[in-house]
């Protein structure tokens, strides 16, 4: 069954810093999509990234890269130049494309990493 | 693109009471999700229409929840006899579900039931 694990519940970081949040996920199909979100107070869950399973391309949006380790089943997200308004929690996701084409019926979120950025 | 909309942003009902919840997808996206978060349970996924045919609703309570989505321009998320336990942020999403895709959320429903 489709699994995604982010280890760390929390994470801090001075402003100006660089930080790295980890996700390892498990699947059986060949062709998902990796997505990040920021969930804000408000509950709102902003898009930030995606990485497809098929794509080798370093994936980067902004002051936001991941690497893709698709042989360990591992995406790090990487920000960069920590600003105090990335704080926030931030949640990793699986989608898988099945085997007919068609895609899954959710996305499979990890438990998330809260991040402080300290002024 | 005003991106994913749904209302109203926040609402309170008494319990007993029932709740209907909107979601307006993005035009053009054939894929509509329904997720809720709370601190408990995190996120959590209820529904998932494609071309407004129900594709998977395992996440949804068997009683009292319902969603619809009667055209391509809207999907509802109706609770009925609303129970303190249904309080959440109920997130509404929309994509289309091709290869190369992302998925965009609303900026959600905030349900208190008192």
């Known amino acids: 069954a489709e699994k995604v694990i982010q280890v760390w519940s929390t994470a801090s970081r001075q402003e100006g810093e660089e930080l790295t949040l980890d996700c390892s996920y498990e699947?059986?199909?060949?062709?998902?999509?990796l997505f990040w979100y920021k969930h804000l107070l408000s509950g709102e869950m902003v898009f930030l990234i995606r990485?497809?399973?098929?794509?080798?391309a370093k994936e980067r949006s902004g002051r936001y890269s991941v690497v893709f380790q698709k042989s360990l089943k591992s995406i790090s997200l990487i920000i960069s130049a920590l600003q105090p308004d990335d704080s926030g929690k931030y949640f990793c996701?699986?989608?898988?494309?099945?085997?007919?084409?068609?895609?899954?019926?959710?996305?499979?979120f990890g438990e998330g990493t809260q991040v402080t950025v300290i002024s | 693109n005003a991106g994913v909309i749904q209302t109203p942003r926040h609402k309170v009902t008494g319990k007993g009471q029932e709740a209907t919840l909107w979601c307006e997808p993005i035009?053009?996206?054939?894929?509509v999700f329904w997720y809720r978060q709370t601190i408990v349970q995190g996120l959590e996924f209820l529904t998932y229409?494609?071309?407004?045919?129900?594709?998977?609703d395992s996440g949804m309570p068997k009683e009292r929840f319902s969603a619809q989505m009667p055209n391509q321009s809207h999907s509802t998320l109706k609770i009925q006899s609303t129970q303190p336990q249904d309080s959440a942020v109920y997130l509404c999403?929309?994509?289309?579900?091709?290869?190369?895709?992302?998925?965009?959320f609303g900026k959600g429903t905030r349900l208190t039931v008192v």
């Open positions: 996701a699986l989608w898988e494309l099945m085997n007919t084409g068609g895609l899954s019926g959710k996305l499979t």
């Open positions: 699947t059986s199909q060949v062709l998902y999509h």
């Open positions: 999403a929309s994509s289309t579900p091709t290869a190369n895709t992302e998925v965009f």
């Open positions: 035009s053009g996206h054939s894929a």
């Open positions: 229409f494609r071309n407004q045919a129900p594709i998977d």
């Open positions: 990485q497809t399973s098929s794509s080798t």
